[in-house]
């Protein structure tokens, strides 16, 4: 009996326990994808392939797995790479995979010739070709293996035309058995109880997070850790709701103060990139001591400067750190948490007053208050643009892990609307509110057409500040892109529509945009924001956008 390698693909790729997958069609791809679809994996058809990782990024991020995206030959395949990109930076768990020209016409111009497997090496943590049709299901394994293991990140596979449509004996293929369990190594012993002592030592310990939580599934971990240690806490970004931000130790207003007061610097499950100023001073202070945990040693070694790297599972080093501790040591921090407390009282009421602005054009700060005060804790947030990414980050709370998407540390315009099509696609029940610049929609507007056809309602809200950024001195070359009605091209695709120019207006535009998609029908709040709003956040570098 000889078998397909296309059918080898589809049943390889269910076997690894993957339900959903995004994808435009074209040769030699579209019967790896029917092998797909015939084994019960829905198939998203998406209207660029840089969406098709993107929302392979979203779907991963939501349900802590990685997920799949799949291209033709050629152009296809090289537009996915903006998407992995971005989960490379991100650490997020995507499998790519595309079809190519055939390995027996290499090097004669055959039909999208070009060597993607070098274009995809910088963009991934792995890539590699499949060149007999009988090692398919082994590819494939490891490919979902490599983008889950030890730091998680995107995976590149080049399937040429002539290996997917290959004729093999059945009999001898080796089917992996799937491994769908994440190996979690344990921290050292001695590293961690040096930790502990550090922590008993300290006066004022502050906890960094990252999104490697998310991936370790580690968040009940952290939160039980936090609750004993009484140690405050702040997340990345990419990171936030791991512990919900209403916590007691979380001081929103005294970030600043946190980091630049604390004499013990815990970073768990994150990179010491410049979201966080490298944990470096003016930032931090010169003086306290930083202990980084991290599955990755190549990262912890990475660090300028460290007092202690625990290399191990963040979820099995935080529990075994809660051992070792062995009980409830809140009190210890009383008063450095009461400083915080102090200082978070004192900036709340200017941050509030700040945000119930009622001015015209509406501030985007309004804009975020209207959506933090309508939306439910279980909502999924997934915000892009530049100056309502900032202000959204400052102002909009979250609460459940997996909940909050964002450009991310690669700063990537346009995945806000890929992002909420694959989070709902990863959770249908849940609520998705996408919140996005009007610069970056345009980039991928067109997934607005993806939402529709494939049944996956979304609230969407453009902040329509008339350009690329805030420019109080428009002096900005090409920022200009005037008003557009983004409400009324919705509508065109059979959205329900809002446009907003009054800042009393918003929530009346939520709450029948809401009722339009609990109807099943996607919705667009297109609101008029000040151009001249420009966002408060750390400078990155010497220049601005």
């Known amino acids: 009996m000889t078998i397909k390698g296309y059918r080898l693909f589809g049943e390889a790729v269910a076997a690894e326990g993957v339900d959903t997958g995004f994808f435009i ?4 791809s579209n019967d790896a994808i029917n092998s797909c679809i015939a084994q019960g994996i829905r198939m998203i058809d998406v ?17 802590s797995k990685p997920a799949f995206c799949i291209a033709a030959s050629g152009p296809g395949t090289i537009n996915l790479t903006t998407g992995l990109a971005h989960a490379l930076v991100d650490c997020a768990p995507v499998v790519a995979f595309g079809g190519a020209a055939p390995v027996g016409q290499y090097a004669r111009g055959a039909f999208q010739e070009i060597d993607q497997l070098e274009i995809m090496k910088p963009v991934t943590k792995f890539a590699e ?16 293996r490599m983008a889950r293991s030890g730091k998680p990140g995107p995976v590149y ?15 001898g293929i080796f089917r992996p058995a799937p491994q769908l369990e994440t190996l979690r190594p344990g921290a050292d012993a001695a590293g961690i109880e040096k930790l502990a002592k550090m922590i008993r030592e300290a006066k004022r310990p502050v906890l960094v997070t990252g999104s490697g939580v998310l991936w370790s ?16 806490f702040y997340t990345t970004p990419q990171g936030r709701g791991v512990i919900p931000e209403d916590h007691p130790f979380f001081f929103a207003q005294a970030r600043s103060q946190a980091f630049r007061e604390a004499d013990l610097v815990i970073v768990v499950a994150t990179r010491l990139n410049y979201v966080i100023s490298y944990a470096e001073p003016p930032r931090f202070s010169a003086d306290a001591k930083l202990v980084r945990i991290d599955i990755d040693p190549v990262e912890i070694d990475s660090s300028l400067r460290l007092d202690l790297g625990i290399v191990a599972d963040a979820r099995t080093a935080l529990d075994q750190l809660s051992a070792t501790i062995g009980g409830n040591i809140a009190a210890s921090y009383a008063e450095w948490r009461a400083t915080l407390a102090a200082t978070e009282k004192a900036k709340l009421p200017k941050h509030e007053a700040s945000l119930a602005t009622d001015q015209m054009p509406i501030h985007p700060l309004r804009l975020c208050k209207e959506i933090r005060d309508f939306i439910d804790r279980d909502t999924i947030l997934c915000v892009d643009g530049q100056e309502i990414l900032n202000y959204g980050r400052q102002s909009i709370p979250s609460f459940m892990p997996g909940h909050r998407l964002n450009s991310g540390p690669f700063g990537t315009m346009g995945v806000g609307l890929p992002f909420g099509v694959g989070a709902k696609a990863a959770s249908p029940d849940s609520k998705v509110l996408v919140l996005h610049g009007d610069g970056s929609f345009g980039l991928n507007a067109m997934e607005i057409d993806t ?11 453009i ?8 420019d109080p001195d428009q002096k900005k070359p090409g920022r200009n892109l005037g008003y557009t009605r983004f409400d009324l091209m919705g509508e065109a695709f059979g959205c329900h529509g809002e446009f907003v120019e009054k800042p009393d207006d918003i929530r009346p535009a939520l709450e029948r945009a809401a009722q339009a998609v609990e109807g099943g029908q996607t919705a667009i709040v ?9 966002s408060g956040t750390a400078n990155f570098t010497n220049y601005s956008t």
């Not at 902040?463 to 805030?470: D, V």
């Open 217 to 232: 599934k580690a968040s009940e971990a952290l939160h039980r850790f936090v609750d004993m240690s009484g140690i405050p």
């Open 451 to 461: 939402a529709v056809r494939h049944k996956l309602p979304l609230l969407i809200v």
């Open 463 to 470: 902040s329509l500040n008339g350009g690329w950024t805030a």
């Open 157 to 171: 596979l080049d399937l040429p035309g002539d290996v997917l449509y290959a004729d093999v004996e059945e009999q």
């Open 47 to 63: 209207r660029h392939e840089q969406a098709a990782a993107m929302m392979a990024n979203a779907y991963a991020r939501v349900r």
């Open 129 to 144: 070709r499949v060149y007999d049709a009988r090692r398919i299901p082994e590819y494939v394994a490891r490919a979902f």
């Open 526 to 534: 297109n609101v008029v924001t000040d151009w001249r709003a420009r």
């Open 25 to 28: 069609m074209g040769g030699p």
